[in-house]
Structure formats: C-alpha cells, structure tokens
C-alpha cells in the first residue's frame, strides 16, 4: 500500500513540475521578447494583467506541443533514477529543440513558419534567426524548473520504505 502511495504522490509531483516547467519558459519568453518593448515607463494595470494572462497562455501551448517528448524524457529518468540538473537542461532544450523543428517543418518536409520571398530581419515580433536561441533557452529553464520541482526526487518511488528504528531506552 505504501508504494501506491508513492507512485501516486510522484504522479502527482510530476503533474505539477510540468505544470511549472511550461509557465518558466513561458516567463522567460514573455521577458525576452518584451525587453525592447516600450511600456510608457510605468505601466498599468491592464498592460501587466494581459502580459500576465499572455504567459499563462503560451504555458498551455507549450504544455501540449511539448507533452510526448517530454513524457518520453520524464518516464526515462524515472525508471533510470536520474537525479542531475545538467540532465534535465539538456532534457529541457532537446525537447524545446524537436518542437520547434516539428512546428516549423511538416512531416514531408514543407516548411510553415517562413513566409514566402527572401528572408527578413526580426521586427520585434518571435520568429527570425535568434528564435531557435531563444526557443532553446527557454527549455533549458523549463528543465530547470522541473528539476527544482519533481526531479531532485526521481525514482523515489521505486525504493522501500525505511524501517523505523525503535528509540534508545
């Protein structure tokens, strides 16, 4: 009973470093592209509520573009025990790396992101040569962020539970 409990509490902690993984790269993104964007000096309310309701946005699309090679990832280091924060940064901008490839390409090769005619330089807007940089660190702060949460403990629940030591007479 006490390893179904741990199953389903390492679920649960993977739920939720997911969860936080998605909404720190999203953050990061929203900070990179906004750091050449002019907000008046003091911005309003409104302007900090739309940034804010914007990354909760873009966290669920990274949730579900990046679910199954995440997955992929996450059930390895489970069974594996991987427990090293360098693993889940690589982790994080290889995932971040095989979603970008397969947003920009289709599956026979046709290419959707670039418009037509000659390439353009960045007006502000995501997309343009640092883009894959930018997409790149953002998964390696998702990794990050998943490993503060759930990955300090992977394979936890697969260890037996401790015998409890009587105390001294």
């Known amino acids: 009973m006490n390893q179904v409990l741990a199953l389903i509490g390492r679920l649960f902690a993977i739920l939720i470093g997911y969860a936080v993984a998605t909404f720190a790269a999203s953050a990061f993104l929203h900070l990179v592209w906004s750091r ?5 000096g003091d911005p309003s309310g ?15 699309m990274f949730a579900n573009f990046a679910f199954f090679p995440a997955v992929i ?3 390895l280091a489970e069974i594996a025990g991987w ?3 360098l693993a889940y940064a690589l982790a994080g901008a290889a995932v971040a790396i095989l979603v970008t ?3 920009r390409y289709g599956v026979d090769g046709t ?4 418009p037509p005619g000659p390439p353009r330089p960045r007006q502000g807007l995501p997309g343009g040569p640092g883009a894959m940089v930018e997409t790149v660190a953002a998964g390696l702060v998702g990794g990050l962020a998943y490993w503060l949460v759930a990955g300090r403990g992977a394979g936890n629940w ?7 030591i009587p105390p001294l007479p």
Do not use: E, H, Q
Request: glycine share 12%; aromatic share 10%.
């Open 83 to 85: 427990r090293d924060w």
């Open 111 to 114: 290419v959707f992101i670039d």
């Open 36 to 40: 050449g964007a002019d907000l008046g």
């Open 101 to 103: 490839a397969a947003g």
């Open 46 to 60: 409104f302007v900090v509520g739309s940034i804010a309701v914007s990354t909760a946005i873009l966290a669920v």
């Open 73 to 75: 990832f996450i059930g």
């Open 158 to 164: 697969r260890r037996p539970p401790r015998a409890r």
